[in-house]
């Protein structure tokens, strides 16, 4: 253990001056995160790590913080190489990081207002692209620095997934205290609800078998994404939820293809920004250009949100994002059929 | 002749070792002298593989001749989150195969994580005698019509226990199938099957078995239909209800507080799918018998659980969602003295926001007023080192300690620090501690604690934290007890991997995914190691068709004496020395 924290110090020390240069470096994350990628994946964690031991020693508190807020953009850059533009999720990890307290972050991290510059214009649609499409309407004015949650990360909260819907089954039983179920409205739920309880109740005990066991997996395809993807609907007890998962993933697919096709610049950037706000703000309230529709188990295709969420689980069979322009050559009676509100 | 002076005759040293029981001990009596091995490998009559791919049904029949009970479990637990794509492996078959043939005397099968078919039911019901014991839990693979075979073929069943498997649920006739001069049931757990049982079979099968001591039902069974079967069955032990709802009518409360307080040794309950609160004060009669009570199905709140708990006196175990909120803990703290282990999941894991009033205060509370607290489970969207600290100082006797902030890398939400002084506290203070899971910020600096405090800690989960490799190394190097060590979303690379290959030979595993380990490093592990399993999974594609130096996406390390598995799938590769990648 000695030798090796000794090992580490002297290798600091050789260290340093490159870690002069690194620190002026710690601006806009863009640059440098396209470039000189696998050269410096070894040398970031190193520096992180020089930095976590000094900063330990000196138990110092601004190195202290700025060393938790370059780790987690180190750690994420690591992570986010395979997949996501890589702007918006170390906004994601700034904002979730510096969620409670704004002020500590702006006081001591000179490089994240370089970040909003270099980002500028695109900083305010991204924010709001950030949190989810439903609740922008209720949301608190600091909420749009809050990482919208549901993005899929595999396996995390660390449950079972037969213990996933649980508050969703509870569609029948009141809300709980406190929460943000106002954006239930526009769904109709809490009417519906009152109105069928008993009716409901019986057959959700019947029709609804058991906890759901298997991950229900339905593919959805969107408009201008060739290859389609699977969701699995038992993961999300409500449309809100389902729709901000909608939202995440084809912004990222929209995003990556646009990336794979055109290459990387700065121009590409900003219509990447653009794209971002264009996709599916508003899949269910109608307000953003796509819309999400799904085929029943009588092949029908069917607008979201008109029935009780566990009736829809029982009887989707896929999702499709479209945009809302096609829709309406839809229900004018296409080859595919009509567009069916349930009554 | 000399021999026979300095030895007891095998008779005596057979009878003196079937008082040893736990596997660690028998396994040290093995290792006195080679006689002793060779009478206690035949006296053995329980065996315990906490890796069904650490041995072979061949050495373990070899070795253990006269088995009548069987544990095997399969997948890695992170299989329980989704982490582990289908077809990895662990089936049950060859080794009922194995064991049919092996052990005509088998009593017991228990499995865990692993892959069933109905065909191996069906080898299980026509196989063995006197079969007693059958318990399926998180297993996949299977239909009601293996349950059928087990049902019409095994005459001397005393448990029958599906907890919380995957089954598919084609018909609920299979109950039928316990013919009516079977009597033998003691325990039956079916709260994992999604459709109706035929309910006149199950109330037939209840009445006429006078031991049946455990009943846990599925949410199909209708609330109206409990009263029955719990007049059907007044000794009962414990009991997990279905859908807990129903017509508000008053002869079916009535009814069914009657028949609950009918049931005087009933000390355990759970199920309470869909609770309607106005029914929950018909278990009110037996509440201060309880001392085991699972809502964590319970989407009711906090007041009506607090009116519950309150009245339940010797609970030892409380399984809960957080609807109980910190009011309802604190309810807890105050009337369950006896109290042993707590767990609160989230209702709403996926939310925005909280959407209840549950903070790290409701654990700190139940820490301070429940002096027996020994486990816990507890997801909350914030924490802070100061309630981690006084929680360790409160109750140093906590042997498993999982905490889950449900987002990701949050610091402590009153200092913005991470969590690693709080951690920190809880391994130093708690000596006994053998599990840990870690949520929240957390630096190299927590691993350092772990390894230097976490002498006792044998299953560690770790997720997004760390800095480097030397959080990695700390654990193990540090941690002397450790068995099971499961990683995700960490910097943790190749050094601490390599420097601390031979740790992972005294371990059952180690898994690790979306970390930084890198192909060449799994194949020099693989080649370096030969009595580990050094297993890649990668669902992208052949890893030598990337660079050395790329991550790989999951890897699960595990020591075995029998050698590579065969039946790995497609995106899975096994790293041996032949250098050679082989793929099944």
Known sequence: MMDDSRRRRRSSHNKFSEEKELELRLGPPGEEEEEDEEKDEDYWSHHNENKRERNSDESDQSPLSLGYFSSQRIYNYHQDQATKAKASSFLQNMSMVGKESKDAISSSQPCRSE????????????????????????????????????????????????????????????????????????????????????????????NISGPPNKGMFVKINMDGIPIGRKVDINAYGSYDKLSSVVDHLFRDLLSAQRRDSCGGGSIEKQNQEEEKTMITTGVLDGSGEYTLIYEDNEGDKMLLGDVPWHMFVSTVKRLRVLKKSDLAALSLGGKQGHIHHSK | MKKAAYSFPEEVLEHVFSFIVSDKDRSSISLVCKSWYEIERWCRRKVFVGNCYAVSPPILIKRFPELRSVTLKG?????????????????????????????????????????????????????????????????????????????????????????????????????????????????????????????????RLVSRCPNLKTLRLNRAVPLDRLPNLLRGAPQLAELGTGAYTSEMRPDVFSNLAEAFAGCKQLKTLSGFWDVLPSYLPAVYPICSQLISLNL?????????????VSRCEKLQKLWVLDYIEDDGLEVLAASCKDLRELRVFPSDPFGLEPNVALTEQGLVSVSEGCPKLQSVLYFCRQMSNAALNTIARNRPNLTRFRLCII????????????????????????????????????????????????KKLEMLSVAFAGDSDLGLHHVLSGCDNLRKLEIRDCPFGDKALLANAAKLETMRSLWMSSCSVS???????????????????????????????????????????AGPRLDMPGFVWTMDDNSALRIS
């Open chain 1, 115 to 206: 970040v909003i510059e270099f980002h500028n214009g695109a900083v305010c649609a991204e924010k709001k692209a950030l949190s989810s499409p439903s609740s922008a309407n209720t949301a608190a004015p600091n909420s749009s620095q809050k990482r919208s949650a549901a993005g899929p990360v595999v396996g995390w909260p660390p449950i079972r997934s037969f213990r996933k819907n649980n508050a969703s089954g509870s569609t029948f039983s009141k809300p709980p205290l406190g929460s943000h179920h106002n954006h239930h409205h526009h769904l109709n739920l809490n009417v519906e609800d009152k109105a069928a309880n008993n009716t409901i109740n019986k057959e959700h005990v019947n």
């Open chain 2, 75 to 203: 997948k890695p637990h992170f299989a329980d989150f989704n982490l582990v794509p289908e077809g990895w492996g662990g089936f049950a078959c060859p080794w009922i195969r194995a064991m049919a043939g092996a052990y005509p005397w088998l009593e017991e099968i228990r499995l865990k994580r692993m892959v069933v078919s109905d065909e191996s039911l069906e080898i299980i019901a026509k196989s063995f005698r006197n079969f007693k014991v059958l318990v399926l839990s998180s297993c996949e693979g299977f239909t009601t019509e293996g349950l059928a075979a087990i049902a019409a073929n095994c005459r001397n069943l005393r448990e029958l226990d599906l907890r919380e498997s995957e089954v598919e649920d084609l018909s609920g006739r299979w109950l039928s199938d316990f013919p009516d001069s079977y009597t033998s049931l003691e325990s039956l757990n079916i709260s994992c099957l999604g459709n109706e049982v035929n309910l006149l079979a199950l109330e």
């Open chain 2, 296 to 308: 964590s199905y319970a989407t009711v709140q906090s007041p009506d659980l607090i009116k519950l």
């Open chain 2, 407 to 454: 987002e990701p890398r949050s610091p402590d939400y009153l200092t913005l620090q991470p969590l690693d002084d709080g951690f920190g506290a809880i391994v130093e203070h708690c000596k006994d501690l053998r599990r840990l899971s870690l949520s929240g910020l957390l630096t190299d600096r927590v691993f350092g604690y772990i390894g230097t405090y976490g």
């Open chain 2, 519 to 561: 192909f060449g490093a799994c194949k020099v592990l693989g080649q370096k190691m030969p009595r580990l399993n050094v297993e890649v999974m990668d669902e992208s594609g052949p890893p030598d068709s990337r660079p050395e130096s790329s991550p790989v996406e999951k890897l699960y390390v595990y020591r075995t004496v």
